[in-house]
């Protein structure tokens, strides 16, 4: 009996029932080899006299028979070459285990850290972790510049085996040109960023060809690389896109072309707002004859398309925006897209008397707001530390733009500063410390957790203060190497310990294990390198 023929008798005793079709496998199973002999065997000895159990023991016999017969399907592509021997040499197994641990989601933000120390010391991931590694940079686009240091030869080569880690090999080596015309969207963006870098009119004639065809998320993406070794060469290209269809896509060639000084966009803002905005001398008797400044302004009176053309909004989104009224946010916006040092040239005054002055207005919040940004765009150094030394006399620090881009060095000076100038109450200087995104001095983070336990101390703190979120957050800056101090001269006799403790151990938690991370990294690690 061939098996189609038993399973056939099989399944017509199932369907009619035993006592009306027994089930016969008189001639066991025919096949090829001993297997089919030894099935044919086990079906001749099952028990007639159960009909019901014999039934059920040929069709799982079957069943087994069948599933076992099936051979695995042959591959068709060649057997890839083996992997070369790495040579760096693999993390101690104490760094591997932690790095695991990272990937299976515990404390995962610290991740860049671990790939950024790794490489500091020259190591590279276990094999045993390459997976889960590449998947982490296929759906984390951001990391994958520091992922492929870490992936050593055997990474490579298993990039290569998986299409979902393509990305990979599509990282830009030697200026290969080759990728911009056949490669995904990540390896073309990754492209056009290598050649900005080193010859950015080579990777503006890439673009130009292929412009009007790119995805408009695309054209975004890939006109925000124009910000590295951008010149007036990019000016008529930009000039350009600003008809372009996206609004997302405008608003990032503005920008750009905000950032050149001699760019027609400039030239076209400065000729809008100079007939609004007048610098008014006096002298006061009040101040002693000193001359003081002010700015007199009057409001745009008419939205058009040039404007939006521009990248000017007309209206208002956010609560700042609409207090300032529609057409004072239109002023703040052209004012926003001039170099700050336009208006020392026009009128032969210093930062600090410009800004001086425009706090005077009438339209202060649309004119000061206005030139922070335009300052913090352009990084100018003397309107930058003027705005700094404003905000320190005047208490007030809630424009995060005036420290965002300065050096770390000089943001920690700053905050400092302001800490000390409102007594070390660490409410006022909130919004500089969301900025602070550096890893802290150790002079730095001791000032900020002194000034976190006094108000923590206070038993007038509510308990669902911004504070209680922060903590965790600076645990990713604070010094490892401070993990003992950061543990010391909190106020667990405060009448809200209780409520403040589960955040202040997660800060410490997390402290300890960086503190852990890093030691593990430094630790030795055999010499010898796996094949």
């Not at 890839?80 to 591997?96: I, K, M």
């Not at 040239?345 to 919040?365: L, M, R």
């Not at 669902?464 to 645990?475: Q, S, T």
Request: hydrophobic share 40%; proline share 6%; glycine share 6%.
């Amino acid at each position: 009996m061939q098996y189609e023929s038993a399973w056939e008798n099989v399944l017509k005793t199932a369907l009619l029932g035993t006592e009306r079709q027994p089930l016969s496998m008189a001639g066991g199973v025919q096949g090829n080899g001993n297997q089919s002999d030894d099935l044919g065997v086990l079906l001749s000895q099952l028990n007639g006299a159960d009909s019901e159990a014999a039934l059920l023991s040929a069709a799982s016999a079957l069943t087994l028979y069948q599933r076992a017969g099936h051979l695995p399907a042959m591959g068709k592509s060649a057997v890839p070459e083996p992997c070369p021997p790495d040579t760096l040499p693999r993390c101690s197994a104490q760094a591997g285990t932690r790095l695991a641990m990272i990937l299976q989601g515990h404390h995962r933000q610290v991740l860049p850290e671990w790939l950024a120390a790794a490489q500091t010391v020259g190591l590279r991931a276990p094999e045993e972790v390459l997976p889960e590694l590449l998947d982490a940079g296929r759906s984390q686009s951001e990391l994958r510049a520091a992922i492929r240091p870490m992936l050593g030869r055997r990474g490579l080569w298993l990039a290569e085996q998986n299409r979902a880690w393509k990305y990979v090999a599509g990282d830009v080596e030697e200026g290969d040109e080759t990728v911009w015309e056949t490669g995904n969207r990540g390896a073309r963006l990754l492209g056009l960023q290598h050649w900005r870098g080193i010859d950015p009119a080579r990777a503006r004639e890439m673009l130009l060809p292929t412009w009007e065809k790119e995805p408009a998320k695309e054209r975004t993406d890939f006109l925000q690389t124009f910000k590295v070794g951008l010149s007036m060469a990019d000016e008529p290209f930009l000039e350009t896109v600003l008809d372009d269809k996206r609004k997302e896509t405008r608003t990032v060639a503005a920008d750009l072309l905000a950032r050149l000084p001699e760019s027609r966009l400039v030239q076209r803002m400065i000729e809008r707002v100079r007939p609004h905005i007048k610098l008014v001398s006096e002298r006061s008797l009040k101040k002693l004859l000193k001359e003081t400044h002010r700015l007199e302004v009057t409001l745009p009176e008419a939205f058009d398309k040039a404007m939006e053309r521009d990248g000017i909004a007309e209206k208002p989104i956010f609560g700042a925006q609409r207090s300032m009224g529609e057409k004072a946010w239109w002023l703040h916006q052209m004012v926003a897209l001039i170099p700050p040092d336009f208006w020392c040239q026009e009128w032969g005054k210093t930062p600090a008397e410009i800004i001086e002055a425009a706090n005077s207005s009438e339209w202060k919040e649309a004119l000061v707001d206005g030139l922070r940004q335009a300052a913090q765009r352009h990084q100018s150094v003397p309107w930058l530390e003027a705005f700094l030394a404003d905000a320190l006399e005047r208490k007030q620090f809630s424009g995060q733009e005036i420290v965002q881009g300065l050096p770390p060095q000089r943001i920690e000076e700053f905050v400092l500063a302001a800490l000390a100038s409102v007594e070390g109450k660490i409410d006022n200087v909130q919004s500089l410390l969301a900025v602070c995104t550096h890893p802290w001095s150790e002079p730095f983070a001791r000032a900020v957790l002194q000034a976190a336990q006094a108000k923590i101390a206070d038993a007038q703190t509510a308990r669902y203060h911004w504070l209680h979120y922060a903590l965790k957050g600076y645990a990713h800056y604070l010094p490892p190497t401070m993990v003992q101090e950061a543990g010391s001269n909190w106020p667990t006799d405060s009448p809200n310990w209780d409520y403040w403790r589960p955040a202040v151990d997660e800060m410490l938690g997390l402290l300890q294990f960086r503190y852990e991370m890093l030691q593990e990294l430094k630790a030795p690690v055999a010499s010898g390198v796996t094949a």
